[in-house]
């Protein structure tokens, strides 16, 4: 499990962030015995009355159970997991689709852009490695947010009340439903 | 603790006192056998046991023991003196210090340490002298020597040993507690502690001198104004050889043990509450 | 809570020099405390009166309602900022060391976390690189049962794997329910270990308060405070 805390927030709140979604990947499964307080802690590097706080939230939430000599264990109750997961999903999707706004992608554009993504093609020497800094990327999956490298394509600025279809948008419009390599520029 | 600190004190100073010990052992011993045999052969040629020219190498074997010997009781005073500063007011010192342990304990478990030394140094040189004198061929023997002893002082030479043995303690200790003492005023500068201490002990001992010269120069005072003059010539022609001797030996030994207590008093006061390390 | 290590007003001159000026705080049991600040700002000198190797010129230090003397080093774990160990000692003959001397510490436990960070029981202290030495110095102090720990730069000086070792030695090992004071200048390292902090410069108390409070009183991570505090 790999902890990342950072200063700035609140170190229980990252704690529990990190921890819902290691139950929600599987890396603490169902029913699973959970390692000591001191040993959480050792491993994220923290303070161990920040991590007991931060279980004790977890089993707030239902996501935890003590028992007095068998320790700490994840839940055994799949259907809370799933919940758990749907949770952090709309969540992701609520963040996303707020910072594509930020980029003036309003909903029906982030779907259809979405739409053009359904197939992946297969990764060829010219798709940059686009993995980076985007969770469940596959690769061969261009980044959506890297400029083309096709000079002759600019995004404009988009007035953020424009509505249009995948046909208006320019630097879209050429698309087909095969992506093309940005690196050989629109067909 | 003390006993603790006592045995951490002996493992440490052993790793360089025993190796010494055993060299001088084995000096001595070769001397020994070499005297030993020194009248026994001569082979032709003028070599060999017994030749001018074995005297001559035996002399200089023995001449080196003599100076191994000599070596011995000395560096017992040095590394006594040296684990003081290295242990207690160097970088060691910010281990020794936290330890559930009263600076006075401290300075105890060196002292004993270092006296324990320094006996057993001159106990091995006094032996190793003996037997160097007993292997003369047709020296005294051991028993021999011994009844001179007691003839000459007027007690058994057992006793004879003991006393003198004591009386050297309490003088090295007397020694010792003042380097300590010195040390630790050292220690009270920031830089060239070392100079400093060297230093303090010279001032030291001036003050010493000067106590022992005004205080002697006021007792003459004091008999002669009392008139005791005469009394105190009279008590000491009156005295044997062997009253001169205890009454030697109980003054020396009630001077040092004064001496003694200053020093340890001064020198715990110091690391109790001004302690200074590097 | 009761405070384990308790300063009132605490002071400490070397001569023209005033390294700790009117220090007050205190340290509570269960509570990890950083000792924050640049270098000369009075963090050893405070440890030092902790640890009783320095008597106070005014003020008061205590532990546990008591001065420092024989009987509390007895509880306090001390670990100082430079090598303090002989060097002609092995590895077992410190482990036997501090068995003799503490009896809140535990061999086997000393053991155990040697051989975690592959040190020998046979191994020379004076043949040991500085970093393992630091390391042993550590796995002794951290294992005593002490009521105050008292680390001294535990992990300035050394490479950043090797912090990251000693951070996580430091949050196993110390006993659960002692006061844990680290000085340290490496905020960003140690700011998630912290429950309580301490800055201090030129001797004074400048910012003190439970690090979550401050983060959020202030807005930003300790790291940023500090630099903020502490601006050239």
Request: net charge positive.
């Given at each position: 499990?790999?902890?990342?805390?950072?200063?700035?927030?609140?170190?229980?709140?990252?704690?529990?962030?990190?921890?819902?979604?290691?139950?929600?990947?599987?890396?603490?499964?169902?029913?699973?015995?959970?390692?000591?307080?001191?040993?959480?802690?050792?491993?994220?590097?923290?303070?161990?009355?920040?991590?007991?706080?931060?279980?004790?939230?977890?089993?707030?939430?239902?996501?935890?159970?003590?028992?007095?000599?068998?320790?700490?264990?994840?839940?055994?109750?799949?259907?809370?997991?799933?919940?758990?997961?749907?949770?952090?999903?709309?969540?992701?999707?609520?963040?996303?689709?707020?910072?594509?706004?930020?980029?003036?992608?309003?909903?029906?554009?982030?779907?259809?852009?979405?739409?053009?993504?359904?197939?992946?093609?297969?990764?060829?020497?010219?798709?940059?490695?686009?993995?980076?800094?985007?969770?469940?990327?596959?690769?061969?999956?261009?980044?959506?947010?890297?400029?083309?490298?096709?000079?002759?394509?600019?995004?404009?600025?988009?007035?953020s009340d424009a509505r249009g279809t995948a046909e208006t948008m320019p630097g879209i419009s050429a698309n087909t439903p095969n992506i093309p390599s940005f690196k050989t520029g629109r067909k | 603790m003390l006993k603790n600190l006592i045995k951490h004190e002996f493992r440490a100073t052993a790793r360089i006192l025993v190796p010494l010990f055993g060299v001088a052992l084995v000096l001595s011993g070769l001397s020994w056998l070499v005297v030993r045999l020194g009248g026994i052969l001569v082979l032709p040629g003028g070599t060999g046991l017994g030749s001018p020219i074995f005297g001559v190498v035996a002399g200089i074997l023995v001449l080196i023991t003599v100076f191994a010997l000599f070596a011995l009781m000395v560096s017992a005073a040095i590394i006594t003196i040296q684990r003081f500063y290295k242990n207690l007011l160097g970088d060691e010192g910010y281990l020794m210090f936290t330890l559930p342990v009263t600076p006075g304990q401290h300075i105890l478990a060196k002292l004993v340490a270092g006296l324990a030394w320094s006996a057993a140094a001159l106990v091995f040189v006094w032996s190793a002298f003996i037997a160097m004198?007993?292997?003369?061929?047709?020296?005294?023997?051991?028993?021999?020597?011994?009844?001179?002893?007691?003839?000459t002082f007027e007690i058994p030479a057992g006793v004879f040993f003991t006393r003198t043995l004591s009386l050297f303690l309490i003088g090295a200790s007397n020694f010792y507690l003042l380097a300590y003492l010195s040390m630790a005023i050292g220690s009270q500068r920031q830089g060239s502690r070392l100079f400093a201490s060297f230093a303090a002990y010279a001032v030291l001992n001036i003050i010493l001198m000067i106590l022992s010269i005004v205080g002697i120069f006021l007792l003459?005072?004091?008999?002669?104004?009392?008139?005791?003059?005469?009394?105190?010539?009279?008590?000491?022609?009156?005295?044997?050889?062997?009253?001169?001797?205890?009454?030697?030996q109980g003054v020396l030994t009630c001077v040092f043990l004064i001496g003694d207590a200053v020093y340890f008093f001064l020198t715990r006061a110091i690391l109790t509450r001004r302690l200074n390390l590097a | 809570m009761q405070a384990v290590l308790n300063c009132q007003s605490l002071t400490k001159s070397f001569?023209?020099?005033?390294?700790?000026?009117?220090?007050?705080?205190?340290?509570?049991?269960?509570?990890?405390?950083?000792?924050?600040?640049?270098?000369?700002?009075?963090?050893?000198?405070?440890?030092?009166?902790?640890?009783?190797?320095?008597?106070?010129?005014?003020?008061?230090?205590?532990?546990?309602?008591?001065?420092?003397?024989?009987?509390?080093?007895?509880?306090?774990?001390?670990?100082?900022?430079?090598?303090?160990l002989p060097g002609s000692l092995q590895v077992r003959e410190a482990i036997e060391f501090f068995s003799d001397f503490y009896a809140d510490f535990s061999a086997e436990k000393a053991s155990a976390l040697l051989s975690e960070l592959h040190i020998q029981p046979g191994d020379r202290i004076s043949a040991m690189s500085k970093g393992?030495?630091?390391?042993?110095?550590?796995?002794?102090?951290?294992?005593?049962?002490?009521?105050?720990?008292?680390?001294?730069?535990?992990?300035?000086?050394?490479?950043?794997?090797?912090?990251?070792?000693?951070?996580?030695?430091?949050?196993?090992?110390?006993?659960e329910d002692a006061a844990l004071v680290i000085s340290t200048h490496l905020i960003g390292d140690i700011e998630p270990v912290l429950d309580d902090v301490v800055m201090i410069q030129n001797g004074k108390p400048v910012l003190t308060g439970s690090a979550e409070e401050l983060r959020e009183t202030h807005g930003k991570s300790m790291d940023a405070l500090f630099r903020e505090v502490f601006k050239c």
């Open positions: 499990m790999n902890w990342s805390i950072t200063g700035g927030r609140p170190v229980y709140l990252q704690l529990i962030e990190q921890m819902e979604r290691a139950i929600v990947a599987g890396e603490y499964r169902a029913g699973a015995r959970l390692p000591g307080v001191r040993e959480l802690a050792a491993e994220a590097a923290v303070n161990p009355n920040t991590m007991q706080r931060a279980l004790q939230e977890l089993e707030a939430r239902g996501l935890i159970n003590t028992q007095r000599t068998a320790g700490r264990t994840v839940t055994g109750d799949e259907a809370r997991i799933a919940q758990l997961r749907r949770q952090l999903a709309l969540r992701q999707a609520a963040a996303f689709l707020s910072a594509m706004r930020a980029l003036g992608y309003e909903k029906p554009e982030t779907l259809a852009l979405l739409e053009g993504l359904e197939k992946p093609e297969p990764p060829s020497a010219q798709i940059p490695d686009a993995s980076a800094g985007k969770p469940g990327a596959g690769a061969g999956t261009p980044d959506l947010l890297a400029d083309p490298p096709d000079a002759s394509v600019k995004r404009q600025a988009i007035p | 004198a007993t292997a003369i061929p047709g020296s005294l023997t051991l028993s021999q020597q011994m009844a001179i002893i007691d003839r003459a005072c004091v008999i002669s104004m009392l008139g005791l003059a005469p009394k105190l010539v009279h008590l000491i022609n009156s005295l044997s050889a062997v009253q001169v001797l205890d009454l030697t | 001569g023209a020099k005033t390294a700790l000026d009117h220090f007050t705080a205190q340290f509570c049991g269960g509570r990890i405390t950083g000792l924050l600040g640049p270098n000369g700002s009075g963090k050893t000198t405070l440890i030092k009166l902790a640890a009783g190797l320095l008597t106070p010129t005014d003020g008061a230090v205590s532990i546990g309602g008591r001065a420092p003397d024989a009987h509390t080093k007895a509880h306090v774990a001390y670990l100082p900022d430079r090598m303090s393992t030495r630091e390391k042993l110095q550590l796995a002794l102090v951290m294992s005593r049962a002490a009521e105050l720990y008292l680390l001294d730069e535990p992990i300035g000086g050394v490479d950043p794997a090797a912090r990251d070792r000693i951070l996580d030695t430091i949050i196993r090992n110390y006993r």
